[in-house]
């Protein structure tokens, strides 16, 4: 889903450091640039996405300022967070619209555009760097010379943020007992190698792994927007192999009237890791047995 045309930010083929209709400013303020003949400070690991690391005055330690070109696109993500717009929308508008990630940003990985993921987006909303504050971890521990935006907007993130995350927990308590998967963080798509997450349809687990075409186009890989898998599909196949690959030296828990927290956890002894494969409607398991550590792998048709 990109957004409006108003409120985005161009692709690489235009310009990527316009900014977007609700775009933060943020003052500028110029640096001093290094004496003539002083060697300028060596950088230790890669400024903030959104910066870039310049010399202080007369050469001395390092400073960070706004990137002309993606200071904007951080700008453009506080803008559209602030504007209700969810983690996957905005990494979804920013993909849509070419706009390079901080993994594809930089002189180590060249200027390709590569997908953006709710994981990158939430990690520049709760850096404080951003609105000026100092840090000792990154880039040889510079400090922000000017912010990217100011201090006001990224505290009202921070409590959005907060905010969200403070459900009773009472109805957190509930839905975890009412939605157990026996699964969870088992299971791996194929197609893409990430972990698909537990989803209810027609009052039943499955595991999805939601991929948008922009996605696949920019990962280049071919994937449908939505992989599916029938937990109650899965579940007899895998305990019959799990009791049949480990016997007789290892004893497998009867998994099949085992419920809830207990089968997840008994799941979890055996380190059962999956990937499904569903161009083949094929489940490959691996699971390790016993006191020694052996190691069963299969390949199951669902």
Known sequence: MSSPACDRIPSQRTAIGTAGKHAVSAPQH????????????RIWGRPPYGYRAVAGPEGTGLRLVPDERTAPVVRRIFSEYLDDRGLQIIAEGLTADEVPSPG????????????????????????????????????????VCSPVLPTEVFE?????????RARPEGDAVHAAAVREYALRGMVRCARCNRLMQGTWNNAEPYYRCRFPAEYATANQIE??????????????????????????????????????????????AMELRMVYDDSERLLRVKAVAGPDGTVLRGALPL
């Not at 993921?117 to 510079?142: D, M, P, Q, W």
């Not at 009202?156 to 969200?164: L, S, W």
């Open 30 to 41: 110029a640096v001093s640039a290094p004496q003539h003949g002083s060697k300028p400070p």
């Open 104 to 143: 594809s940003h930089g002189p180590r990985t060249g200027e390709g555009v590569a997908a953006w993921s709710k994981s990158a987006v939430r990690a520049i909303l709760v850096n404080s760097r951003y609105a000026g504050h100092s840090s000792t971890s990154g880039c040889g521990g510079a400090s």
């Open 156 to 164: 009202r993130v921070r409590e959005r943020f907060e905010a969200r």
């Open 223 to 268: 994937h449908p927007r939505n992989v599916y898998l029938r937990e109650q599909t899965v579940l007899g196949p895998l305990t019959s192999w799990l009791r049949s690959a480990a016997a007789p030296q290892w004893r497998v828990p009867a998994l099949r009237t085992t419920e809830g927290r207990a089968r997840l956890d008994a799941f979890r």
